[in-house]
């Protein structure tokens, strides 16, 4: 059966630090892979997706970035976080020939200070 | 006009008690729809897939109505345990483009004994 992956779990990072957040997926071979942000009591918004190694696309404009280097590894990375980056950040997958469900890794809660 | 529209709640309702939420969605050219479960500080959970013939899973009913663009789940017998948010969500594949899914905010449901 297929697993995600996320770490770290939680994360406290002050103001103009760097991020750099991982996830992996198991099981499965060239996923669609998927990062998202939950701000406090807000929807989820999907900030990257991929659908291959080296391919990504992004949906908001900000600091953020996102890389895949390998098939089943999507990292989101920040040169100099803002205090509003911080919130949940979950990582997602699904298989593009299947149905259109994705399914979700833990999370890393990022707290900016 | 938000894309995935859900009462936020919350419900408080009794153990046993039968509650209904509904959800409306702005884009006829949705495609797929689905109910997510998200517990307090965790990830989103997919509670069940919404197909337009109604479809039903135990305790848990879902409908779709897709001239009225309105998706609802129905728990009868509630549990304490179905405490939790419940995120209505919607798939789109905009011309070129992948398909991505649309989060509503979620309704807060809390069962008391």
């Known amino acids: 059966s297929q697993t995600i992956h996320q770490w770290p779990a939680t994360l406290v990072q002050p103001v103009g630090s760097p991020l750099s957040l991982e996830c992996t997926v198991e099981g499965t071979s060239n996923p669609n892979l998927y990062w998202y942000r939950q701000a406090a009591g807000r929807g989820l918004q999907l900030l990257f997706y991929?659908?291959?190694?080296?391919?990504i696309s992004s949906e908001v404009p900000q600091n953020l970035s996102a890389s895949r280097p390998q098939d089943r590894q999507f990292i989101l990375s920040s040169k100099k976080l803002l205090l509003s980056d911080s919130g949940f950040y979950l990582c997602a997958w699904n298989l593009g020939t299947g149905g259109y469900e994705q399914y979700f890794g833990p999370g890393t809660r990022l707290t900016v200070t | 006009r938000k894309e995935v529209e859900q009462d936020p709640g919350p419900f408080n309702v009794p153990e046993g008690a039968t509650v209904a939420f509904n959800c409306t969605y702005s884009?006829?050219?949705?495609?797929?729809f689905f109910w997510y479960r998200q517990d307090c500080r965790k990830e989103p959970k997919l509670l069940m897939s919404?197909?337009?013939s109604g479809n039903e899973d135990g305790r848990f009913t879902a409908q779709l109505n897709r001239a009225s663009q309105y998706i609802s789940l129905l728990i009868r017998d509630s549990k304490l345990s179905d405490s939790a948010t419940y995120l209505c969500v919607v798939s789109l594949a905009p011309p070129g483009g992948y398909n991505k899914l649309i989060f509503g905010a979620g309704t807060r449901l809390a069962v008391h004994p």
């Open positions: 919404v197909y337009s």
């Open positions: 884009n006829s050219a949705s495609q797929s």
């Open positions: 991929s659908v291959g190694i080296g391919q």
